[in-house]
């Protein structure tokens, strides 16, 4: 039973990175934490076709990231971050490992900082 919530969550792991990884997708995003839009809203910085703009609005609402309600005519695209935390809680994970690697490499440049401030004071 655990391999299937796994898989079920890696599944959608990879839809949000997925959505994440287009850099208009993001963008979307980053206007719609402003508050819903309509797809003609969203076109327009972007200078696409409400048809182009309506692929990436397929993608971020199959990756869970975005919902699309009918409002009369219109069918405004509102923020659901949930699913981001996905990502965060994944990335998370390697907080740790860059934390130390940057400690490390801080070490490392304090060591050659104090060795060549020790041959300049001996020139």
């Known amino acids: 039973m655990e ?3 796994y898989a079920n969550s890696e599944s959608s792991l990879d839809a949000v990175f997925t959505a994440l990884a287009n850099p208009t997708r993001r963008a979307i995003l980053s206007r719609l934490a ?3 839009a309509s797809v003609n809203e969203l076109a327009k910085p972007f200078h696409m076709s409400q048809p ?5 609005l397929k993608v971020l609402e199959r ?3 975005i919902e699309r ?4 005519q219109r069918r405004p695209a ?17 907080k740790a490992f860059w934390e130390t690697s940057l400690d490390q490499l801080d070490d490392v440049l304090m060591t050659m900082k104090r060795t060549t401030e020790k041959e300049t004071d001996h020139d």
């Open 3 to 5: 391999q299937i919530s």
């Open 34 to 36: 402003n508050g819903e």
């Open 52 to 56: 182009a703009v309506s692929k990436h």
């Open 63 to 65: 990756a869970g990231l």
């Open 69 to 72: 309600e009918v409002d009369e």
């Open 78 to 94: 509102k923020l659901k971050a949930e699913k981001m935390a996905l990502a965060v809680d994944w990335l998370t994970d390697f």
